[in-house]
């Protein structure tokens, strides 16, 4: 093996390297990270807690690492530089926090379609478009539709707002028409208006958790099947059934970010906030003995009736207009996309600067 640059080195020809193995992927690869655990929530992630109450992460993906930390010698141990940018995701540092954004992937994006000069729009989906399988509507290139899906897809790491137009979308990678190309390509201007987008990571606050979850019953035109989803933040076949089965789901992804901020040492014993816009659905979680209502639902109803009388999950009704999780599962107009978007945690890095332009002037008037 090559000689890594920069190593101090008296004879280059009496030096080999040696691959130590159990750093890629092996059982026994924990080990070879002197003092750092492996999570039991996701085993890409290490974490070392010193005895002065200091933390280390680690994340390894593959042969990339992502290190934090509030333990100013450790990582200057292991790293001399901030992290700014990983696997196409910029990060900017700020006394407010942390904000992640794929700025530069999306210019290239609208570049490669040929669409950075298109009209802005406030919607990444016409909601008066109902997509289906599209039958009288003419083919196009089934390769170049996968591989702008396949791109947009990549972007909601940090621009969570156009899920559900991206989910609607890629149903129909394997037999793609003009309408689901056209749906495609609507979502390219939403995202030259938004460019600066991106998720802001807040900092202070109590590690308190909260769920939201949504349902759209019967909201696919193709197949007549429910589109769900949740969305989770750490703040330091009937309606009912559907919104039922997505709050299992949402209860699911609690427990994972309890066990991850256990072993962060982060997590407060305070119930776990649950965000439901059916009153049927929380009056099913509350008493699962309701046989007309619950016949085709199995496991769920005693498994979140179990987490509630635990203590683990407080339900808590919220009006469809203010329920965040509606941005995965249906298109709304542009009012409610904002507020949503708002309340999602996102923030547009061009507006801040722009703000800040703003301020600076009044301050000198």
Not at 76 to 90: D, K, P
Not at 171 to 199: C, S, V, W
Not at 303 to 330: D, H, P, R, S, W
């Amino acid at each position: 093996m090559t000689i890594p640059p920069g190593y101090p080195l008296s004879n280059q020809s009496k030096v080999v390297c040696r691959l130590k193995k159990a750093l890629y992927g092996l059982k026994q690869s924990p080990r070879a990270y002197q003092g750092y655990k492996q999570s039991n929530a996701d085993h890409t992630l290490f974490i070392k807690h010193n005895s002065c109450g200091g933390m280390t992460v680690l994340i390894v993906y593959v042969n990339d690492i992502l290190i934090t930390s509030d333990d100013t010698n450790e990582i200057q141990n292991l790293i001399s530089w901030r992290l700014r940018y990983f696997l196409g995701i910029e990060v900017a540092h700020s006394k407010e926090g942390i904000f992640i954004s794929q700025h530069k992937y999306t210019v290239d994006l609208l570049q490669e379609t040929r669409q950075l000069a298109c009209k802005p729009i406030v919607t990444p989906v016409d909601i008066n478009v109902k997509l289906g399988a599209g039958g009288d509507s003419p083919p196009v290139n089934k390769e170049s539709f996968q591989r702008l899906i396949e791109k947009l897809i990549y972007l909601n790491h940090t621009r969570p707002n156009v899920a559900y137009a991206v989910s609607s979308s890629s149903q129909f990678m394997n037999d793609p028409r003009e309408i689901h190309l056209q749906a495609a390509y609507h979502i390219l201007p939403y995202l030259k208006n938004t460019i600066g987008q991106g998720l802001l990571f807040s900092r202070g606050g109590d590690s308190i958790v909260e769920i939201y979850t949504d349902a759209n019953d019967v909201g696919s035109v193709s197949d007549r099947r429910s589109t769900s989803g949740y969305c989770s933040f750490v703040v330091s076949k009937s309606s009912a059934e559907a919104e039922f089965k997505t709050m299992a789901q949402g209860i699911c992804e609690a427990i994972w970010i309890k066990i991850l901020l256990e072993d962060l040492h982060l997590y407060s014993q305070g119930c776990i906030k649950l965000y439901c816009d059916n009153q049927s659905a929380i009056a099913i979680a509350h008493n699962p003995v309701q046989h007309d209502r619950t016949k085709y639902i199995e496991i769920d109803p005693q498994f979140i009736k179990e987490k509630i009388e635990e203590g683990m999950i407080n339900l808590m009704f919220i009006n469809c207009t203010n329920q965040v999780a509606n941005i995965f599962t249906k298109g709304p107009p542009g009012p409610t996309l904002q507020k949503l978007v708002f309340k999602l945690g996102m923030s547009n890095i061009h507006t801040q600067l722009a703000g800040g332009v703003r301020q600076a002037k009044i301050s000198l008037l």
